[in-house]
């Protein structure tokens, strides 16, 4: 589809499933270069085939946001004619373990305050700057309704993604004067790969999370992104929370089964 948005760059943290896949394949078909980046390469290759088969014009960037030399020298690698990143969209991240608070397992706490706050501060630290030099953006940082409420077990989970509701905000303000939109995006529960990496693989357990829930596709957040990003300059969408019809919350679930 050729538009307006055809010169516009995207680049999509975690573009190898899930939300990620999603948000890449959304604006690649929408007209825009893309930047889709992960730890798993060969995901990350399969898409820019998929993608650029189709006409879009993709970028593969493999790197791991917990290490903050990789992404700096991912970002800076970029060619010029990539560099002009209009949007950038902090997806990458995870849960890993629902366990109490005296009994978790502090190598998961670890991996997700790493991954959910420290890689997406990193991120934003790379790209923010591009943005800032030419005086446009729109960072969206993928939070959750963990980032809104609390749920037994979720802890540490939920404290990341509470950070990233706070950095969301503190965004906002601080690039207000560069002119750059800062949209905080809360999604509840959605199915991807997401309870399969928090329960380690256990795809028994992470099915039983969506039992009778019409869930949120990755889709259906792509689609949610593209409105933001779509709407004129002067109107910034702040913050969305967005459940299926059957979730009123992180503990209020109307199953059907
Ligand atoms: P998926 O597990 O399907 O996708 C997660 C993506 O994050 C993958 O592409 C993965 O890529 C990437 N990722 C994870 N760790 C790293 C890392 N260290 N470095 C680089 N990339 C990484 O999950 P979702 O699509 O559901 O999750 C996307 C975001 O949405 C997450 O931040 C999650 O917390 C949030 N979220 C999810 C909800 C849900 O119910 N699904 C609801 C609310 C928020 P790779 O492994 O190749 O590196
Ligand atoms: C993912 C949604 O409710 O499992 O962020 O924490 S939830």
Same mark, same amino acid.
């Given at each position: 589809?050729?538009?307006?948005?055809?010169?516009?760059?995207?680049?999509?943290?975690?573009?190898?499933?899930?939300?990620?896949?999603?948000?890449?394949?959304?604006?690649?078909?929408?007209?825009?270069?893309?930047?889709?980046?992960?730890?798993r390469?060969?995901?990350?290759?399969?898409?820019?085939?998929?993608?650029?088969?189709?006409?879009?014009?993709?970028?593969?960037?493999?790197?791991?946001?917990?290490?903050?030399?990789?992404?700096?020298?991912?970002?800076? =690698?970029?060619?010029?004619?990539?560099?002009?990143?209009?949007?950038?969209?902090n997806?990458?991240?995870?849960?890993?373990?629902? =366990?109490?608070?005296?009994?978790?397992?502090?190598?998961?706490?670890?991996?997700?305050?790493?991954?959910?706050?420290?890689?997406l501060?990193?991120?934003t630290?790379?790209?923010?700057?591009?943005?800032?030099?030419?005086?446009?953006?729109?960072?969206?940082?993928?939070?959750?309704?963990?980032?809104?409420?609390?749920?037994?077990?979720?802890n540490?989970?939920?404290?990341?993604?509470?950070?990233?509701?706070?950095?969301?905000?503190?965004?906002?303000?601080?690039m207000?004067s560069?002119?750059?939109?800062?949209?905080?995006?809360?999604?509840?529960?959605?199915?991807?790969e997401?309870?399969?990496?928090?329960?380690?693989?256990?795809?028994?357990?992470?099915?039983?999370?969506?039992?009778?829930?019409?869930?949120?596709?990755?889709?259906?957040?792509?689609?949610?992104?593209?409105?933001?990003?779509?709407?004129?300059?002067?109107?910034?969408?702040?913050?969305?929370?967005?459940?299926?019809?059957?979730?009123?919350?992180?503990?209020?679930?109307?199953?059907?089964?």
């Open positions: 589809m050729l538009n307006c948005y055809m010169e516009k760059t995207i680049m999509v943290t975690g573009a190898t499933a899930g939300f990620g896949r999603a948000i890449a394949a959304k604006f690649a078909a929408g007209g825009y270069k893309v930047i889709i980046t992960g730890r390469n060969e995901r990350l290759l399969e898409l820019q085939k998929e993608l650029s088969d189709s006409g879009a014009k993709v970028l593969t960037l493999n790197f791991d946001v917990r290490d903050l030399d990789s992404v700096n020298s991912a970002v800076n =690698s970029l060619p010029s004619g990539w560099k002009d990143i209009d949007i950038l969209v997806n990458a991240g995870l849960a890993v373990g629902l =366990s109490r608070i005296n009994e978790g397992d502090t190598d998961d706490w670890d991996r997700m305050i790493d991954t959910n706050v420290k890689g501060l990193y991120v630290r790379t790209v923010a700057p591009l943005m800032v030099a030419r005086g446009s953006g729109h960072v969206f940082n993928i939070s959750s309704i963990a980032g809104k409420e609390v749920y037994e077990n979720g540490v989970y939920c404290a990341s993604k509470h950070a990233v509701d706070a950095l969301s905000k503190a965004m906002r303000i601080d207000l560069h002119g750059i939109k800062v949209t905080n995006i809360a999604p509840g529960m959605a199915e991807t997401f309870s399969i990496v928090r329960f380690k693989g256990d795809t028994e357990k992470a099915d039983a999370v969506y039992r009778g829930v019409k869930s949120l596709t990755a889709e259906d957040i792509a689609e949610v992104i593209w409105f933001c990003a779509s709407l004129p300059g002067h109107v910034c969408i702040n913050d969305l929370t967005i459940t299926p019809t059957q979730q009123a919350g992180t503990g209020h679930l109307n199953r059907k089964v």
